[in-house]
């Protein structure tokens, strides 16, 4: 990986959190940085070096004020900026803001994840229902391929019913529904992100009022921004107890396989998002129907 194409990637997603932290201290928008930034935060004072991503966190009502005020006033004012699912042509249960100037592996913006964070009652009840709707998810996500849903009438009604194509997308307005219905805050409450640990291996553990709030200022690349009140706990949670301690050389690359300037104008790269997650829809429409077929012959 290009080190300078890293610092440039970096740079841009620092100016993109620079005017994200601005909108939300400006309109009163509680956030706190997540994931490897608070990790980058807390080991290196900045950016993890290989990293080339940022990760926001949001309740629910905040997520949906921000996305306002990004639309409103961020993005015309900065003709590099869009966000990211807006262009896609279905709704999707996150948001990145992204910058059309400098893309991943020759076609992705770079992006920071703005992260929607369901509150979800501390009962057995509860978190039954939320694991059996990010299970769901994660199935027609093809992140999984064993269901472990327990409400049958949830199958049936996701699984089977209507017609197949689009299926997954039909299910994914439902999920938006169901996440942004978990928007009452307060102490007694648990906190994940919208789809769990669906992209991780491992099973997480959720977070507490304590862990979170209230959020605090942290120096993030000489600047401050918020993060979780217990970063430690939170840290711990996400990475386990050595968290502190950078992983092998090896490991120390970055996700993506280039970085580098955009070769497309905004427009272009707008309409070339929305193609593409036209195409992955169908596709995945079919493939769909393979995984339910295998699912009933093993039954």
């Not at 890293?6 to 620079?18: T, V």
């Not at 690359?253 to 992955?280: A, C, E, T």
Request: glycine content about 4%; charged content about 25%; proline content about 5%.
């Amino acid at each position: 990986m290009n080190i300078e194409a890293i610092q440039k990637s970096q740079s841009a997603l620092l100016s993109m959190a620079i005017d994200i932290d601005k909108l939300c201290r400006k309109h009163g928008i509680t956030y706190w940085i997540d994931g490897g930034t608070t990790l980058g935060a807390v080991r290196n004072g900045g950016f993890i070096p290989w990293d080339d991503d940022l990760d926001f966190c949001f309740l629910v009502d905040d997520f949906h004020r921000l996305r306002k005020a990004i639309k409103k006033e961020l993005i015309p004012n900065n003709p590099k900026y869009i966000l990211y699912n807006d262009h896609r042509p279905f709704p999707h249960y996150s948001e990145y803001l992204a910058d059309t100037s400098i893309v991943k592996n020759n076609f992705y913006p770079v992006k920071i994840d703005l992260l929607k964070v369901k509150a979800i009652p501390n009962t057995p009840e509860a978190i039954q229902k939320d694991k059996d709707w990010v299970n769901m998810l994660s199935f027609l996500f093809n992140k999984i391929d064993e269901l472990k849903v327990k409400d049958q009438n949830f199958i049936q009604k996701h699984l089977y019913s209507g017609s197949f194509l689009f299926r997954r997308e039909r299910f994914n307005e439902q999920f938006i529904k169901y996440i942004d219905s978990l928007n009452e805050v307060n102490e007694h409450k648990l906190f994940c992100y919208p789809y769990n640990d669906m992209y991780v291996a491992k099973t997480r553990e959720y977070y507490t009022y304590d862990d979170i709030f209230p959020v605090q200022e942290i120096e993030f690349e000489g600047i401050k921004f918020y993060a979780p009140n217990n970063t430690k706990s939170y840290l711990t949670k996400l990475y386990g107890k050595n968290y502190m301690s950078p992983p092998p050389i090896e490991k120390q690359v970055s996700l993506s396989k280039s970085l580098g300037k955009s070769p497309f104008p905004r427009w272009l790269s707008k309409f070339n998002i929305w193609l593409l997650y036209y195409l992955k829809a169908i596709k995945n429409s079919f493939t769909i129907i393979g995984k339910i077929k295998r699912k009933v012959t093993k039954k």
